[in-house]
Protein backbone atom coordinates (compact mmCIF):
# COMPACT_ATOMS: atom_id res chain seq x y z
CA UNK A 1 0.00 0.00 0.00
CA UNK A 2 1.02 3.53 -0.56
CA UNK A 3 2.66 5.45 2.50
CA UNK A 4 3.40 9.18 2.50
CA UNK A 5 6.05 10.23 4.98
CA UNK A 6 6.77 13.99 5.92
CA UNK A 7 9.92 15.62 7.00
CA UNK A 8 10.35 16.83 9.62
CA UNK A 9 7.53 15.97 11.82
CA UNK A 10 8.13 19.62 13.85
CA UNK A 11 10.25 22.72 12.96
CA UNK A 12 11.33 25.45 14.94
CA UNK A 13 11.58 28.73 12.60
CA UNK A 14 12.72 32.27 12.86
CA UNK A 15 10.37 34.66 11.85
CA UNK A 16 11.84 35.86 8.50
CA UNK A 17 13.54 32.75 7.73
CA UNK A 18 12.97 30.69 5.18
CA UNK A 19 11.69 26.83 5.29
CA UNK A 20 11.04 23.76 3.63
CA UNK A 21 9.05 20.81 4.34
CA UNK A 22 8.93 17.15 2.62
CA UNK A 23 6.50 14.93 1.69
CA UNK A 24 7.74 11.37 0.10
CA UNK A 25 5.70 8.67 -1.58
CA UNK A 26 6.32 5.01 -1.35
CA UNK A 27 4.99 4.95 -4.65
CA UNK A 28 4.49 7.28 -7.96
CA UNK A 29 1.91 9.96 -6.91
CA UNK A 30 -1.42 10.74 -8.96
CA UNK A 31 -2.39 14.42 -7.04
CA UNK A 32 -0.37 15.91 -4.86
CA UNK A 33 -2.31 18.23 -2.38
CA UNK A 34 -0.71 20.28 0.44
CA UNK A 35 -2.65 21.60 3.52
CA UNK A 36 -2.96 23.75 6.27
CA UNK A 37 -4.02 23.12 9.97
CA UNK A 38 -4.06 25.06 12.69
CA UNK A 39 -4.93 23.45 16.31
CA UNK A 40 -8.38 21.94 16.62
CA UNK A 41 -9.43 23.13 13.92
CA UNK A 42 -10.01 21.97 9.86
CA UNK A 43 -8.12 22.12 7.08
CA UNK A 44 -6.97 24.72 4.38
CA UNK A 45 -6.68 23.71 0.98
CA UNK A 46 -3.29 25.27 0.12
CA UNK A 47 -2.20 23.82 -3.44
CA UNK A 48 -2.81 20.97 -5.75
CA UNK A 49 0.61 19.28 -7.67
CA UNK A 50 0.25 16.85 -10.89
CA UNK A 51 2.58 16.69 -13.92
CA UNK A 52 6.01 16.04 -12.23
CA UNK A 53 8.41 19.22 -12.17
CA UNK A 54 4.95 21.28 -11.48
CA UNK A 55 5.40 24.38 -9.44
CA UNK A 56 2.66 26.18 -7.92
CA UNK A 57 3.43 29.99 -6.00
CA UNK A 58 0.75 31.38 -3.25
CA UNK A 59 1.91 34.19 -1.88
CA UNK A 60 4.75 33.39 0.15
CA UNK A 61 4.47 29.77 -0.08
CA UNK A 62 5.95 27.45 -3.10
CA UNK A 63 5.12 23.99 -3.68
CA UNK A 64 7.24 21.61 -6.42
CA UNK A 65 6.81 18.03 -6.85
CA UNK A 66 9.55 16.15 -9.02
CA UNK A 67 10.02 15.17 -12.10
CA UNK A 68 9.16 11.21 -10.61
CA UNK A 69 6.34 12.47 -9.08
CA UNK A 70 7.27 10.74 -5.56
CA UNK A 71 8.36 13.46 -3.33
CA UNK A 72 6.92 17.02 -3.03
CA UNK A 73 8.41 20.11 -1.39
CA UNK A 74 6.73 23.12 0.21
CA UNK A 75 8.72 26.56 0.81
CA UNK A 76 7.62 29.18 2.94
CA UNK A 77 9.93 32.04 2.17
CA UNK A 78 10.42 34.83 5.01
CA UNK A 79 8.13 33.06 7.45
CA UNK A 80 5.72 35.00 9.53
CA UNK A 81 3.30 33.95 12.67
CA UNK A 82 0.77 33.64 10.34
CA UNK A 83 2.21 30.40 9.01
CA UNK A 84 2.08 28.70 12.04
CA UNK A 85 0.66 25.62 11.96
CA UNK A 86 0.64 21.70 11.05
CA UNK A 87 1.26 21.44 7.48
CA UNK A 88 -0.46 17.75 6.38
CA UNK A 89 -0.13 16.35 2.42
CA UNK A 90 -2.26 13.96 1.03
CA UNK A 91 -1.82 11.57 -2.08
CA UNK A 92 -4.58 10.57 -4.15
CA UNK A 93 -5.26 6.86 -4.12
CA UNK A 94 -4.84 4.50 -6.83
CA UNK A 95 -7.79 2.71 -6.24
CA UNK A 96 -10.41 5.89 -5.68
CA UNK A 97 -11.26 8.98 -7.45
CA UNK A 98 -11.68 11.19 -4.30
CA UNK A 99 -9.84 9.78 -1.29
CA UNK A 100 -6.84 10.58 -0.37
CA UNK A 101 -4.17 8.66 1.69
CA UNK A 102 -2.32 11.18 4.37
CA UNK A 103 1.01 12.34 5.75
CA UNK A 104 1.60 12.43 9.29
CA UNK A 105 1.87 16.49 8.80
CA UNK A 106 4.90 18.57 10.49
CA UNK A 107 4.20 21.02 13.03
CA UNK A 108 5.30 24.89 11.98
CA UNK A 109 6.55 27.57 14.96
CA UNK A 110 7.61 30.42 14.37
CA UNK A 111 9.86 31.98 16.75
CA UNK A 112 8.92 35.88 16.96
CA UNK B 1 -14.54 29.16 -2.24
CA UNK B 2 -16.22 26.14 -1.32
CA UNK B 3 -17.64 26.24 2.44
CA UNK B 4 -17.86 23.13 4.42
CA UNK B 5 -19.51 23.43 8.20
CA UNK B 6 -19.61 21.69 11.06
CA UNK B 7 -21.78 21.73 14.04
CA UNK B 8 -21.40 21.11 16.94
CA UNK B 9 -17.97 22.33 17.00
CA UNK B 10 -17.51 20.84 20.62
CA UNK B 11 -19.58 18.00 22.85
CA UNK B 12 -18.99 16.58 26.19
CA UNK B 13 -21.63 13.58 26.74
CA UNK B 14 -21.26 10.77 29.09
CA UNK B 15 -20.79 7.71 28.46
CA UNK B 16 -23.10 5.04 26.64
CA UNK B 17 -25.34 8.11 25.04
CA UNK B 18 -25.16 8.75 21.32
CA UNK B 19 -24.11 11.82 19.52
CA UNK B 20 -24.94 13.10 16.03
CA UNK B 21 -22.13 15.58 14.08
CA UNK B 22 -23.28 17.30 11.30
CA UNK B 23 -21.76 18.21 8.22
CA UNK B 24 -22.53 20.93 5.68
CA UNK B 25 -21.43 22.15 2.08
CA UNK B 26 -23.10 25.51 2.72
CA UNK B 27 -22.30 26.62 -1.33
CA UNK B 28 -22.60 24.00 -3.25
CA UNK B 29 -23.83 20.14 -3.32
CA UNK B 30 -21.67 17.32 -2.24
CA UNK B 31 -22.64 14.06 -3.82
CA UNK B 32 -19.13 12.25 -1.67
CA UNK B 33 -18.52 13.35 1.73
CA UNK B 34 -15.66 12.19 3.71
CA UNK B 35 -15.07 11.58 7.32
CA UNK B 36 -12.18 11.77 9.34
CA UNK B 37 -10.85 10.80 12.97
CA UNK B 38 -7.96 12.80 14.21
CA UNK B 39 -5.64 11.56 17.05
CA UNK B 40 -3.31 14.09 18.54
CA UNK B 41 -0.27 14.46 16.62
CA UNK B 42 -1.31 11.80 14.71
CA UNK B 43 -2.16 12.15 10.88
CA UNK B 44 -5.99 11.97 9.51
CA UNK B 45 -7.41 9.21 9.45
CA UNK B 46 -10.15 8.03 7.02
CA UNK B 47 -13.20 6.49 8.48
CA UNK B 48 -15.94 6.51 6.07
CA UNK B 49 -16.66 7.94 2.41
CA UNK B 50 -20.53 9.37 2.54
CA UNK B 51 -22.48 9.41 -0.56
CA UNK B 52 -26.10 10.69 -0.99
CA UNK B 53 -28.73 8.61 -1.85
CA UNK B 54 -26.86 5.66 -0.61
CA UNK B 55 -25.09 3.68 2.08
CA UNK B 56 -21.69 4.85 3.13
CA UNK B 57 -18.80 3.10 2.76
CA UNK B 58 -16.95 2.52 5.70
CA UNK B 59 -12.49 1.65 5.64
CA UNK B 60 -11.31 -1.24 6.92
CA UNK B 61 -11.68 -1.68 11.39
CA UNK B 62 -14.21 1.10 11.39
CA UNK B 63 -17.32 -0.16 13.25
CA UNK B 64 -20.75 0.69 10.66
CA UNK B 65 -22.98 -0.02 13.55
CA UNK B 66 -20.82 2.21 15.91
CA UNK B 67 -20.56 5.31 13.57
CA UNK B 68 -23.58 5.46 11.43
CA UNK B 69 -23.50 7.50 8.57
CA UNK B 70 -26.13 9.03 6.83
CA UNK B 71 -26.04 11.40 3.78
CA UNK B 72 -30.05 12.56 2.76
CA UNK B 73 -29.36 15.08 1.43
CA UNK B 74 -26.99 16.88 -1.61
CA UNK B 75 -25.57 19.11 1.34
CA UNK B 76 -25.66 17.38 4.49
CA UNK B 77 -24.26 14.32 6.07
CA UNK B 78 -24.47 12.82 9.51
CA UNK B 79 -22.03 11.09 11.53
CA UNK B 80 -23.89 9.51 14.72
CA UNK B 81 -21.67 8.15 17.40
CA UNK B 82 -23.75 5.51 18.85
CA UNK B 83 -23.32 4.34 22.83
CA UNK B 84 -20.41 6.26 22.82
CA UNK B 85 -17.20 5.45 24.84
CA UNK B 86 -14.28 7.39 26.34
CA UNK B 87 -12.04 5.80 23.69
CA UNK B 88 -14.26 7.42 21.13
CA UNK B 89 -13.30 10.72 22.35
CA UNK B 90 -11.24 12.21 19.74
CA UNK B 91 -11.39 15.19 16.74
CA UNK B 92 -13.77 14.40 13.93
CA UNK B 93 -13.35 16.36 10.86
CA UNK B 94 -15.27 15.75 7.63
CA UNK B 95 -15.11 16.79 4.08
CA UNK B 96 -16.88 17.31 0.75
CA UNK B 97 -15.13 17.10 -2.53
CA UNK B 98 -15.96 19.96 -4.68
CA UNK B 99 -13.79 22.12 -8.17
CA UNK B 100 -12.31 21.12 -11.07
CA UNK B 101 -9.76 19.08 -9.47
CA UNK B 102 -11.99 17.28 -6.95
CA UNK B 103 -10.14 19.00 -3.96
CA UNK B 104 -11.49 18.53 -0.82
CA UNK B 105 -13.04 21.22 1.50
CA UNK B 106 -12.61 20.71 5.19
CA UNK B 107 -15.00 21.61 7.85
CA UNK B 108 -13.95 23.18 11.01
CA UNK B 109 -13.61 19.74 13.36
CA UNK B 110 -15.69 18.61 15.96
CA UNK B 111 -14.34 17.97 19.49
CA UNK B 112 -15.81 15.07 20.92
CA UNK B 113 -15.35 14.64 24.62
CA UNK B 114 -16.73 11.60 26.13
CA UNK B 115 -16.84 11.11 29.80
Known amino acids: SQELEQSPQSLIVQEGKNLTINCTSS?????LYWYKQKYGEGLIFLMM???GGEEKSHEKITAKLDEKKQQSSLHITASQPSHAGIYLC????????????WGAGTKLIIKP | GAVVSQHPSRVICKSGTSVKIECRSL??????MFWYRQFPKKSLMLMAT?????????EQGVEKDKFLINHASLTLSTLTVTSAHPEDSSFYIC???????????FGPGTRLTVL
Open chain 2, 95 to 105: SAIAGPNNEQF
Open chain 1, 27 to 31: KTLYG
Open chain 1, 49 to 51: LQK
Open chain 2, 50 to 58: SNEGSKATY
Open chain 1, 90 to 101: GAGRMDSNYQLI
Open chain 2, 27 to 32: DFQATT
